[in-house]
């Protein structure tokens, strides 16, 4: 059998194994009322065949309150605040209970999210947190929904639209402010963002037909890369635009460039990805990266996952934002 395939265990399949209502699985799970020692036995032996792990032993759906877990690199920074706001801002209107784990700092995470799942009715975890092994492993427990992750069998996912709006700020670089040497400032490597944030700035060079296209500048935000990456923009006067793949990098590497004395826009443009505050107040040009929105989407999939309102382990898409300010050129807008 390949379980890779195979969808989530929940108790309704338990139900549907064993012959019985969903009712009875859970009188015999929370042992509410006396069944038969032959329904016992069935509903029993159908929970160990297939692995099903109850929902709170029963519980959460007694009380018709639903268990989400979140497992996200940080709970902090613009993207991770926002995400949560929005999946927060949408939980309530399904009863929904939210539970996190911040990966950042711990070193047993894979064994902890494990240990989550046992509790939780459905599971979102963001791309990066845990080993592929384990998200196998809990998508075969729970239903499970990936955040900024590849398609994997038998979850379902919500992405954000990176390589479409990075190639439609590139092709307004070339095309409205007529820049022909474009560099790329960050890791593809890193990140799954970041690796389609640099496709798409390469589909757009090739489109506009410039062949020349440099390799990335793989910066990392902090104060060493920082200056590294503005002695080489600065020394090396080539560059006409830099695209970087997020505001952070952006935002420091205008601060480090302005104190070598390279001007921006003047001297060479620069635009980020994500459109934090910081980004709003300093001008600069970016992507805009809806993550308020992404969290409020994936707090309705999983629910509907768990619910078995939709079955579909599809992708979903939410769309990005070119936001045009002076960074790259553009003039500052009429009051």
Known sequence: MNREAEQPVTIYTVAE?????????SRVLQGSTPSSAATKARVLDAVRELGYVPLRAGRAQALRLEQHGLVLYSLGGPYYSELLVGYESRAPEFGQSVSLISTESIC???????????????????????????????????????????????????????????AELVHHLVRDHRYRRLWFVGDPEQARDAAHRYRGFTDALSAAGLSEVRPPLRLRFGAAHLNAAANVVATNGRAQALVCANDELALGLIR?????????????????????????????????????????????????????????????VVPSEVVLRTSCGCPEPDA
């Open 17 to 25: 194994h064993a012959g019985v209502s969903i009712a009875t699985v």
């Open 108 to 166: 047993d995470v894979d064994d902890r999210v494990l240990d989550l799942a046992t509790k939780m009715d459905g599971m979102v975890l963001a791309h990066g947190t845990i080993s592929a092994e384990t998200v196998a492993e809990v998508s075969r427990r729970v239903p499970t929904l990936l955040l900024n992750s590849d398609p994997v069998a038998g979850c379902a996912a919500v992405n954000v639209e990176n390589r479409r709006a990075t």
């Open 256 to 316: 480090q460039l302005r104190r070598r004395g390279v001007r921006v826009p003047d001297d060479v443009a620069v635009t980020g990805w994500d459109d934090v505050m910081a980004a709003r107040y300093t001008d600069l040009t970016t992507v805009r990266q809806p993550a308020r929105e992404v969290g409020r989407v994936a707090a309705q999939r999983l629910h509907e996952l768990i619910t078995r309102a939709s079955v579909e382990f599809d992708e979903m």
